[in-house]
């Protein structure tokens, strides 16, 4: 016999069955604003501190309750779980949200997860796919391209690099300072001068965003081409100069052996209260030294010194002014760079061991070759070659002979050179040693 009355608790049954079916989307109510947010803020929290498996649960509870009107609190979530994957280096995590990112519609269009998908892929060395995702993607800002563009250039592909700045305009998205320092970099490294000139041409004519950053990059594009006189216009034009902007100017200046303008530029730098870096001390210093300007590489050493700068001397300063020196005879200055080499603890590196070696057998002072000899520790064939040297220098073949069986004995393998200044240390001395 059919039913025809409802049971009396048949409301509360519905009640219970909706509360228990999470696939049933009609019956879904939105959470409350706050609480979405607090999830959010929780899969921020712990995808920064590289818990994605918390992270991946509290995102599904965000998931289970939002509906397609309140998608937009997925987006940072997603790109906060790609973060904690790409910093973990988890591939499955991150490919797994790559295609999860499509299936809730946060690509092609979200700038956002099309950054941390690039991001993703890049640190894998997947170059190639992360330039696929912002390819594919519809956005119209250059930051994930300048991660696409960093990213080759980080591994030395120059032309990749270029490549897709070129693709970048050609689809109509503004450059912005980052993107024209990245390409400039590029042009500098390929000696691409031309198309460096037609991205400083670019720059101008559509009125780009120019600060000091990429003022810096257009110096130094031009310093490394060659092109130091169109460097010196583009140092003039700028309002606002720091010390990267000087040292191009007088590395491009010294790589060309432009001494007078070096001089000039060292000057300025110092009366403006700028000092060189390491890096461009040691390339001056290394031209003067290479193109027998010695007296000039041992005074840039001198002023240095004299003005504390000492931040700019590292060992390969001092064994640079070692070598002037010793070519020279100027025994009195390495002396000094002797003594800062020890005030700088690097009286202990070998190179630094030869050249003192060196300079004093060269100034005929034995007598400080082998005190220098004998305190070093860690001696190479090139360290017992030096004292040989030392010693064949001045004809002492009885000495010579002693520290080449010293040499054996310390089982260190004599080389060519060793067997050729003992040969012709005997035959000048019309000894045959036995």
């Known amino acids: 016999m059919p039913c025809t009355t409802l049971p009396q608790n048949f409301r509360s049954l519905v009640k219970q069955i909706k509360r228990c079916s999470p696939r049933s989307q009609s019956w879904r109510r939105p959470p409350p604003v706050n609480q979405a947010e607090r999830l959010v803020a929780s899969i921020r929290h712990l995808s920064s501190s590289h818990r994605i498996a918390a992270a991946l649960v509290a995102f599904s509870h965000l998931r289970r309750y939002i509906s397609h009107p309140l998608s937009r609190y997925l987006d940072h979530p997603i790109s906060s779980l790609l973060a904690a994957a790409t910093y973990l280096r988890s591939f499955s ?4 949200l790559h295609a999860l990112s499509f299936f809730l519609g946060l690509l092609p269009a979200n700038p956002f997860t099309v950054s941390r998908i690039a991001a993703f892929y890049a640190a894998f060395g997947l170059l190639d796919s992360a330039r696929a995702a912002v390819e594919d993607s ?24 270029i490549f897709s700045y070129g693709m970048m305009l050609e689809r109509g998205i ?30 101008r004519s559509r009125d780009l965003e120019c600060d000091l950053f990429v003022y810096n990059a257009l110096l130094a594009m031009y310093a490394k081409c060659g092109a130091v006189d169109n460097a010196r216009k583009v140092f ?32 300025r730098m110092r009366l403006e209260g ?20 010695h007296r ?10 004299q003005r504390k700068a000492i931040s700019a001397l590292d060992s390969v300063s001092l064994l640079l002014g070692l070598k002037a020196c010793s070519v020279i005879r100027y025994q009195t200055q390495g002396k000094e760079i002797h003594g800062l080499a020890i005030r700088s603890n690097f009286d202990e590196l070998e190179n630094i061991s030869n050249a003192l070696i060196t ?23 090139v360290t017992w070659n030096s004292m040989i040297a030392a010693f064949a220098g001045i004809n002492n073949v009885h000495e010579a002979a002693l ?22 240390l005997c035959a000048d001395s019309a000894d045959l040693w036995p």
């Open 296 to 305: 000039e590489a041992l005074t840039l050493i001198s002023q240095t010194r």
């Open 138 to 161: 519809s956005t119209a800002l250059a930051f994930p391209w300048n991660i696409v563009i960093s990213a080759y250039l980080e591994k030395g592909y120059w032309q990749d690099a």
């Open 93 to 96: 995590h991150g490919t797994g």
């Open 174 to 203: 503004k450059p912005d300072k980052f993107s024209i320092s990245s390409v400039l970099k590029a042009c500098g490294e390929l000696r691409e001068l031309g198309l460096g000139k037609e991205v400083h041409r670019h720059i």
């Open 359 to 381: 300079l004093y057998s060269k100034c005929h002072n034995i007598g400080y070759a082998r005190i220098v000899f004998q305190k070093s520790s860690a001696r190479s064939v």
């Open 236 to 267: 003039d034009e700028m309002s606002e100069r720091d010390i990267v902007s000087w040292n191009s100017m007088v590395l491009g200046y010294s790589s060309q052996g432009r001494w007078d303008e070096t001089s000039e530029f060292l000057e």
């Open 403 to 424: 520290l080449l069986q010293e040499m054996i004995a310390s089982r260190t393998q004599p080389s060519q050179t060793t067997i050729v200044t003992m040969l012709a």
């Open 274 to 293: 700028f000092e060189l870096n390491s890096v461009t001390s040691n390339t001056i210093i290394c031209g003067l030294v290479y193109s027998s300007n």
